[in-house]
C-alpha cells in the first residue's frame, strides 16, 4: 500500500478510513484509505472486478460496508436516514447507463430531485434545469423522452441531472463505457468543462487522455485494495507496482 | 391466412407492374384479396342461417315456443338471494336483471379483493424478510396450481359447510355473527338527518380531487410539499363522522338476533356468495400477484440507485418512480385477469350461487327450453360486461404509457 498523500484535515472533503466491505465472505474492500481535497479531481481505474465502483457507490450509500468510517463534507456516514439523504443530496452521481428516468421527459428528469428533495418552485427549478441543459448542449431536447435521445445525449442529460441538486462533489462510474466511440468525446468534453470549473470529481474511467488532462490523482485499484496512487505523469510514466504496470501495458496495447 | 397471401399477391402485383404489363381485373391481388373476405362472410352467414332456421324449424315441428315473449311470464320459482326485491310470481325478464346484478355483485367483490390481495403478496415478493417472501411465493404456487373448480367446492363444501350451526355461531363482539347459513353483520339504518352524512362524504370525495389540484398548483408556486394522501383520508373518515355527530347520530344499528334456528335482521351473507367470491379474489389473485412482481421486476435496479443519488426518500422514488413504471406492466395484464374473474364467476352454477349464468341459463332454459334466446342474452350481457372493463382499463393504461421509447 501507498502512502496516502497528507493535507491539512480541513480541506478534506472525503475523509475513508480503514474501510472495509464484505459480500458474504468475499472481501471487497480491503482497508481503503482516502482523502480527497475540494476541487480535487481524481481518476480511479484498475482491472474489472477490482472493487472501483463498489468505493465510489460506497461514498453516496449505494453500498454499505461493514467496517471503517466515511466522513462527507463533514457529514459522518452513519445508519441514519436523515444523515444518509443530506449525504445524498451534497453528491451527484452518474453511471455507466445513464439511468434516466424513462417514464419522465428531459426536462422532468432534471426537476424532479429539486421539486421533490429541495422542495423548489417548478418555474424556478425549470429554469434551473434550462440553464444545465444549455450547458450540456442540448436545451432543444428537454421535452422529448429519454428514448428518443442518442447514448451520448442521454449522458449528458444525466450529468444534467446531477448538477441541478448543485452538488459539491461528483462521482462518475464508467460514463464513457457504454457509449459508441463517436459519443465518447461529446460526454468527456462536458466533465473536462465541469473539471476545470472547480468541482471535487471521483471518476471511475479507463479514459487515459481524460485522467492526463484533468486528474490531480490517478489511483489504481486490484483486487480491493489501493495498490498505487499518484499525480497523472508519474503514474503513467513511471508506475511502481508490478500489478499497475501490467495493466497500464494492456490497456495501452489494446 | 388471407393476409399473408395479399402481402405475396400485392408483391406479385408489383413485379408485374414493374414489367408494364397490365393484368386482367381478376388478376388484381386486392380485388382478388376482397372477392375471397366476401365469398368467406357469404360462407358463414349462410352457414349459421342454415342451423338457426333449421333449429327454430324443428322446433316449431315439435311446438317450442320462439320468441322473446317469454321475458314477461311468471317464473315461477323463488331465488337463493336476490339485491331488488324479487318473489316466486315475478317475470322471467325480472329473474334476469337479478341475475344480473348478482353477476355484478360476485364480480365486483372478487375484483376489489384479487386486486388487494394480488398487489400485498405481489409487494411482499421484494421482502427484506424471508418468512414473508416465502409465504408470497407459496400463495402464488398453491393457488395458481389448483383448478378454480376445486377451490370453489374446497371453501364452499370444506370449509364453509363445517361451520357450526346457528346456535354455536362464532361471534364477534355479540354483533358479527358466522356459522354454516352464512355471515351476518349489523346494518346501519339511517334516519331523517342521515342524508347529511351521506352529502359530507360526497363532498369529501369531490373534495379529493380539488384538494389535489389545489396542492399540485401550491407546490408548482412554492415547492411546499402538501401531504395530500393522509389530508384525503383524514377527510373521507372525517368529515362524514363529523356530520353525523353535529346531526345527532341520526340513525341506529338493527343487530343480527338468533331466533328460533336461525339469524334474522342486519346483512345477510350467504355461503355460496361467500365461496364464489373468496375462490374467484384468491384465485385472481395469485396471478395478479405474479403481474405485480413482474411489473416491479421489470425496473431496473438502475433506476432506484439514480433516484437514490438524486437523495429522493424510499417513499418517493415508490410513487414517482416505481410505481409509474410498473404500472406499464401491470395494467394490461389486470385487464386480462379482470375479464377471467368476470368468466369465472359462472362458477357460481355449481354451488347454486344464483349468478346470470345459473339463474337464466340454468334454470329459465330449463323450464322454457327456449335455448337460443336465453343462452344469446347472456352471451351478451357477458360481452358487454367485459367490452366496459376493457375500455377503462384501456383509459387506465393510456394514462400510465409511457410515450415512447
Ligand atoms: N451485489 C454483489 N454481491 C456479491 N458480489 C458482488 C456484488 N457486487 C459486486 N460484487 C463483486 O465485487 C467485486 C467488485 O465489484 P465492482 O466494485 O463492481 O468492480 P469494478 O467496478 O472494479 O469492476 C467483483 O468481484 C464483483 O463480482
Ligand atoms: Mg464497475
Known amino acids: 500500500m501507498s502512502a496516502v498523500k497528507s493535507s491539512s484535515g480541513a480541506e478534506d472533503i472525503i475523509v475513508i478510513e480503514n474501510l472495509n466491505k464484505w459480500y458474504g465472505n468475499f472481501h471487497v474492500l480491503r482497508d481503503i484509505n482516502l482523502r480527497v481535497k475540494k476541487g480535487e479531481r481524481i481518476v480511479i481505474c484498475g482491472p474489472s472486478g477490482s472493487g472501483k465502483s463498489t468505493t465510489i457507490r460506497c461514498i453516496n450509500r449505494l453500498e454499505e460496508f461493514q467496517e471503517g468510517s466515511l466522513v462527507v463534507d463533514g457529514v459522518e456516514m452513519i445508519n441514519d436516514v436523515k444523515n444518509i439523504e443530506t449525504i445524498r443530496k451534497d453528491v451527484g452521481m452518474v453511471f455507466q447507463h445513464f439511468n434516466l428516468f424513462p417514464h419522465l421527459t428531459i426536462l422532468e428528469n432534471l426537476t424532479l430531485g429539486p421539486i421533490w428533495v429541495q422542495k423548489k418552485p417548478k418555474a424556478e427549478a425549470e429554469a434551473t434545469a434550462m440553464q444545465y441543459l444549455e450547458r450540456v448542449k442540448i436545451p432543444d431536447q428537454a421535452d422529448k423522452y429519454p428514448g428518443q435521445l442518442s447514448g451520448g445525449q442521454q449522458q449528458r442529460v444525466a450529468i444534467a441531472r446531477s448538477l441541478c441538486m448543485n452538488p459539491n462533489i461528483m462521482l462518475f462510474d464508467e460514463p464513457t463505457s457504454a457509449l459508441d466511440p463517436e459519443m465518447i468525446k461529446e460526454v468527456l468534453d462536458v466533465m473536462v468543462e465541469l473539471a476545470q470549473e472547480g468541482m471535487t470529481m471521483l471518476c471511475v474511467t479507463h479514459e487515459m487522455g481524460f485522467a492526463k488532462k484533468v486528474a490531480d490523482r490517478v489511483i489504481f485499484m486490484d483486487a480491493g485494495q489501493i495498490v498505487e496512487e499518484n499525480e497523472p505523469n508519474e503514474f503513467f510514466n513511471n508506475p511502481q507496482n508490478e500489478r499497475t504496470k501490467l495493466f497500464l501495458s494492456q490497456i495501452l496495447n489494446h | ?353 344464483p349468478d346470470l349464468f345459473n339463474v337464466f341459463v340454468g334454470t329459465a332454459l330449463n323450464q322454457t327450453g327456449q335455448a337460443i334466446e336465453t343462452i344469446f342474452m347472456t352471451i351478451v350481457v357477458y360481452f358487454i360486461v367485459n367490452m366496459v372493463i376493457s375500455f377503462l382499463m384501456n383509459r387506465l393504461n393510456n394514462a400510465v404509457a409511457l410515450v415512447s421509447r
Open chain 2, 1 to 353: 391466412m388471407l393476409k399473408q397471401k395479399t402481402l405475396e399477391q400485392t408483391k406479385a402485383a408489383a413485379r408485374r407492374n414493374k414489367g408494364g404489363r397490365s393484368a386482367a381485373f381478376y388478376n388484381n391481388p386486392e380485388i382478388r384479396a376482397l372477392g375471397y373476405q366476401l365469398l368467406l362472410v357469404l360462407g358463414l352467414g349462410y352457414f349459421f342461417y342454415s342451423v338457426i332456421s333449421n333449429v327454430l324449424a324443428n322446433m316449431e315441428a315439435t311446438g317450442i315456443k320462439t320468441g322473446f315473449g317469454f321475458l314477461t311470464a311468471s317464473a315461477g320459482y323463488d331465488v337463493l338471494m336476490s339485491l331488488i326485491p324479487f318473489e316466486a310470481t315475478d317475470t322471467y325478464g325480472r329473474i334476469f336483471i337479478v341475475g344480473f346484478l348478482n353477476t355484478i355483485l360476485v364480480s365486483v367483490i372478487g375484483i376489489f379483493f384479487a386486486t388487494v390481495l394480488g398487489f400485498i403478496f405481489g409487494v411482499a415478493h421484494f421482502s427484506h424478510n424471508w418468512l414473508i417472501r416465502k409465504v408470497a411465493v407459496l400463495y402464488v404456487e398453491i393457488f395458481r396450481n389448483i383448478p378454480l373448480l376445486l377451490q370453489v367446492f374446497f371453501w364452499y363444501f370444506a370449509v364453509l359447510a363445517t361451520l357450526p350451526s346457528a346456535r354455536q355461531s362464532l361471534s364477534l363482539g355479540e354483533a358479527i355473527f358466522l356459522n354454516v347459513r352464512g355471515l351476518y353483520v349489523p346494518k346501519m339504518v339511517g334516519s331523517d338527518l342521515f342524508w347529511v352524512a351521506e352529502v359530507a362524504l360526497a363532498v369529501a370525495i369531490a373534495g379529493i380531487f380539488v384538494l389535489r389540484r389545489w396542492a399540485k398548483r401550491r407546490q408548482a408556486l412554492t415547492g411546499q410539499i402538501f401531504p395530500v394522501f393522509y389530508t384525503s383520508i383524514a377527510m373521507v373518515i372525517g368529515l362524514p363522522v363529523a356530520a353525523l355527530l353535529l346531526t345527532g347520530l341520526p340513525f341506529t344499528v338493527e343487530y343480527p338476533e338468533l331466533r328460533g334456528f336461525n339469524y334474522f335482521g342486519g346483512i345477510t351473507i350467504i355461503p355460496e356468495l361467500m365461496a364464489l367470491a373468496i375462490a374467484l379474489s384468491v384465485y385472481t389473485g395469485s396471478f395478479i400477484a405474479e403481474a405485480v412482481r413482474a411489473g416491479v421486476q421489470s425496473i431496473p435496479q438502475g433506476q432506484t440507485e439514480a433516484a437514490r443519488s438524486l437523495g429522493l426518500s424510499e417513499k418517493r422514488i415508490m410513487s414517482l418512480i416505481i410505481v409509474p413504471q410498473a404500472m406499464r406492466v401491470i395494467v394490461p395484464l389486470l385487464n386480462s385477469e379482470y375479464q377471467s374473474l368476470v368468466k369465472n364467476s359462472t362458477l357460481a352454477a355449481a354451488i347454486g350461487y
